[in-house]
């Protein structure tokens, strides 16, 4: 692919499942039960459990079961490549694109790093995950309001201080099938003030297998591949730009490698 150089809408080809579109539907009913499921009768007791004991940060391992039951249940299993380029003892900013409602379980339960990760401020409103998103260092973010979207930030980097990754869906949204969107800038300025290196994630076959707008869910391999990481010392908040679009091309570069 070519050097990018405009934070623009890109468009890579789309594969296709050989399974019918009612099988899909059925799938995909099948998915949200599940998680309702998981949310009342394992996150709702365990929320006013670990409320009680003041140990908010032991529903982690939880919610990490919890992600990779609700993608082994959708039919979905993840294949990770690029582990070897992360050291354990560095936090990152991952900056990730991002399809599919499978990518959130993907993105948090499977990199190997103990991460926090930015979602919408619509998630606030989902009974028992809004409640429980504070306690796994999930942080809303409101992108309506300057302030507030600064003060997520400020939150963001003291969970990185105490020793965690921060997880970014650069996009702010998902996109359609084979789309790749222009990228947002938060999470470069907290790899910037944080001097943590950032490491573009590609993550492929979500958006055929629970794509935006299908309304189908179908079983598959989910591939997420952690890329080199980029190095932020050195740099400063002038630089967010090229950082954006050096990450941009790494991620793009790796969506339109076949298989």
Known sequence: MAAISENKLLRFPVLKSNKSRLAGKLRYWWCWLVAAVLLLFIAAPSLIVLGILRRRIWLYPLALWGARTWLSACGATVKVRGTE??????????????????????????????????????????????????????????????????????????????????????????????????????????????????????????????????????????????????PTEGRSNDDVMELLLETRKAIADELSTPA
Not at 126 to 151: F, H, K, L, T
């Open 85 to 230: 380029h992360l050291d354990p003892d560095t936090s990152y900013v991952f900056a990730s694109n991002h399809r599919s409602y499978l990518d959130t379980a993907t993105f948090f339960g499977c990199t190997g790093k103990r991460m926090g990760l930015v979602a919408k401020k619509e998630l606030l409103k989902v009974p028992v995950m809004g409640q429980g998103m504070s306690y796994v260092n999930i942080i809303a973010i409101d992108r309506s309001n300057p302030e507030r979207a600064m003060e997520s930030m400020r939150k963001a980097r003291e969970v990185m201080e105490s020793g965690y990754s921060f997880g970014v869906f650069v996009e702010g949204t998902r996109a359609m099938p084979g789309e790749l969107l222009p990228f947002k800038k938060g999470a470069f300025h907290l790899a910037l003030q944080t001097g943590a290196p950032v490491v573009p994630v590609a993550i492929k076959n979500s958006d055929w297998m629970m794509g935006k707008r299908t309304g189908v869910a179908f079983p598959g391999e989910i591939e997420m591949i952690l890329l080199p990481p980029i």
